[in-house]
């Protein structure tokens, strides 16, 4: 009940004008940006960093509540009028939703996934509330061994299990704690590869990283494969849902969220798999529901089934607010968006972990009551304003990505005013190009930068304490736990991997024989 009453204070904080107003403007940024082809909601956060720099911090972090509700609602607008999934959690929703578009039901499509976002987004942020501030009483018992365990666990799961090529993930990772050490050493002061580079002492503003990474890497790329004509967008009316549609979307949305608000809170537990779990369940019971003669579940998968959007759509929101936990009671970044919202908070001075929810508690209840005031607000401006955001969609890929790359170079130049920024930035798409070209993924490179000095720091913190003995590393009971989940990981990630390979493999199977047996019909 404490909890509640403090999510009650944090509501009548939000609640005025001003910040209702940039509540607004961070929904509708975050969906301007997140349904641009390829652009997610961590790009559309890293590229609207510099518009929060003159703001106060609760006012920043209620803007970024709407950014990250909007560009999670954008990617999946993308998804669905386009077949083309911003980011790898949206790819679900494309399945079946690229589909209803097709077949003239892409409103229907649009309005589950916007009122499933809402719901997931709302029980998982309630669940928030509860569990982060226990989370956090807990955790500032927990030792430096521990807490390095912790980070060591995110890093090695999201570089070797969550991919598709372990190698590749732990190169990501390799290069991303890399670009950490650069700058001063804390405890020597000694400069490291700085390269004599006096702009480098200081340690790399995390902003240029994850724009140069996100945005002008992906406007590289798309650049080396450019088609000057606009997008081929199927038309959209106006997103509403009949009864029927209702009936069929409800329990979908209860289920994504069961299945996503865990594995968001999870360090490297990310959106995939419960999406992926997710669509995988809600077309089993379809099929159940075939065998058993109910005509309300009869078997559309493959044809355009708006369970298939409302699950995985559901799935990928309660995920995003299940990131928050760990993020704001331990201080770790479990995806892309948490790593950018966490150098945002450091960007302030305030270091998320333990003492974060008492040291700055008007802020943490503010933040999670905008969360819900973000999610509310998405569903009242976007529902309407989806057949505008389909427009941009037309814009042609040139003056698009020019655009983009204005901003990303602006936003650059704005955190020191140092056009030595503007250089690293172009470094950072070179190298954001070249990991896209060889399939290097993303994340686990984020995460190194984030988590590498933080790591060090509690590396160096420990072994202090015991005078220089490693072993001090596995002397707590939870360092213990920590290192024997991760082991399990690693051992189970083939049996995940092939049953994933698998399932996947029969989806697209009978998506192929649907799509034929589509065709001969016609041609009939």
Known sequence: ??????????????????????????????????????????????????????????????????????????????????????????VMTALEGSRMARAGRGAQALATAAVGSFVAGTIGTLLVAFFAPSLADVAVEIGAPSYFALMVLALVLTATVLGSSPLRGLISLFVGLTIGLVGLDLNTGQPRLTFGVTQLVDRLDIVVVAVGIFALGEALWVAAHLRRKPAEVVPVGQPWMGREDLKRSWKPWLRGTAYGFPFGALPAGGAELPTFLSYVTERSLAKRGVAQGRAAAKDEFGRGAIEGVAGPEAANNASAAGMLVPMLALGLPVTATASVMLSALQGYGIQPGPQLMTEHADMVWTLLASLLIGNLLLLVLNLP??????????????????????????????????????????????????????????????????????????LREALTISGGDPSILWSEPLAIAIYVVLALALAGRPLLSRWRSRTESRLEAEADAASESETEGALR
């Open 385 to 458: 304003l989806a057949p505008l955001w389909a427009r941009l969609l037309r814009i042609p890929r040139p003056q698009l990505y020019a655009g983009i790359l204005f901003f990303a170079c602006l936003g650059a130049y704005a955190t020191n005013l140092d056009p030595f920024d503007i250089g690293l930035l172009l470094v950072f798409g070179l190298l954001g190009l070249a990991m896209r070209r060889f399939g290097l993924p993303v994340l686990p490179l984020i995460l190194g930068v984030i988590l590498g000095p933080l790591m060090e720091t509690k």
């Open 1 to 90: 009940m404490e909890n509640l009453g403090l999510l009650w204070d944090g509501l009548g904080a939000a609640l005025t004008p001003m910040n209702l107003l940039y509540a607004a403007v961070g929904v509708l940024l975050g969906t301007f940006v997140g349904v641009l082809p390829g652009i997610g909601p961590a790009m559309a956060i890293a590229l609207l960093l510099p518009v929060t720099f003159g703001l106060e911090p609760t006012q920043a972090f209620i803007m970024f509540a709407g950014l990250y509700y909007g560009g999670m609602y954008g990617g999946s607008t993308t998804s669905i009028l386009l077949n083309t999934p911003g980011e790898s959690a949206s």
